[in-house]
């Protein structure tokens, strides 16, 4: 939940995003000026005859409107560490008739990211959402994974996958890329594999 209430006083429920959204079930996207006032409406005339622009998406760029809101919304984030897991499934009981959903950001969080999500990888009743740090992991360790040559270099090499490392470093995920470097190719590819297949959303039934 975006900005839950605390009983303080605090200039981060000032904390706005201009980014205009609406995805329709991770498929089709919606984005561009969508302002709601009345001058946009032309019913007042502030800047002239006001006109919106918006754009449809479709396709793998709905993928990037949805981690750019969830990158924007998820301020309380519950974060997963392996041992803490280990101790809830323990204390829970957890067997193979029971099912647990894990939402997102098991990454770049605690001592052992990597030992977590291969438990998680190993227990088919264990469905995993994509978080926004598995999805910036995502973007950083398909690369490593490629062998760079004089002629891809360029695509792998330069300064828009550079920026994106440091960001997932800024934000944790050292631990992670570590670890996942001592992991044998086999392994690399399973964990690879496993994240590109992790959907950001899923439909549950309850008491059904």
């Known amino acids: ?11 981060h429920y000032n904390n706005r995003d201009h980014r205009k959204i609406l995805v329709i079930d991770g498929r ?5 000026g969508i302002n709601i006032a009345d001058e946009y409406i032309n ?5 002239g005859h006001w006109k919106d622009t918006a754009v449809m ?18 301020v309380s984030e519950k974060i997963v560490e392996y041992g803490k897991y ?8 957890f067997c193979d008739d029971d099912t647990l959903y894990i939402l997102g950001d098991a990454v770049d969080r605690g ?4 030992p977590l999500l291969q438990d998680m990888m190993a227990r088919e009743n264990v469905y ?29 090499l330069n300064a828009e996958w550079m920026g994106r490392i ?30 590109r297949d992790a959907p950001l959303y899923d439909v549950a039934e309850a008491g059904g």
């Not at 998406?57 to 998820?74: C, I, K, R, S």
């Not at 944790?172 to 670890?179: E, I, K, L, N």
């Open 1 to 11: 939940m975006y900005a839950p209430i605390q009983p303080i006083l605090s200039t």
């Open 28 to 32: 089709v996207g919606f984005t561009g």
């Open 43 to 47: 019913r007042v005339e502030r800047y």
């Open 57 to 74: 998406l479709e396709g793998d760029a709905v993928q990037g409107l949805t981690m750019m809101f969830l990158q924007m919304w998820n």
């Open 86 to 93: 280990l101790e809830m499934l323990e204390k829970i009981g």
């Open 111 to 114: 001592p052992d990211p990597i």
């Open 128 to 156: 995993f959402l994509m978080g926004n740090h598995e999805g910036m992991a995502l973007h950083v360790l398909e690369k490593p994974n490629v062998e760079v040559t004089a002629e891809n270099a360029e695509n792998h």
């Open 166 to 195: 440091l960001e997932w470093q800024q934000n944790g995920g050292d631990v992670t890329m570590r670890q996942f470097r001592q992991l044998s190719a086999d392994e690399r590819q399973d964990v690879l594999d496993y994240l």
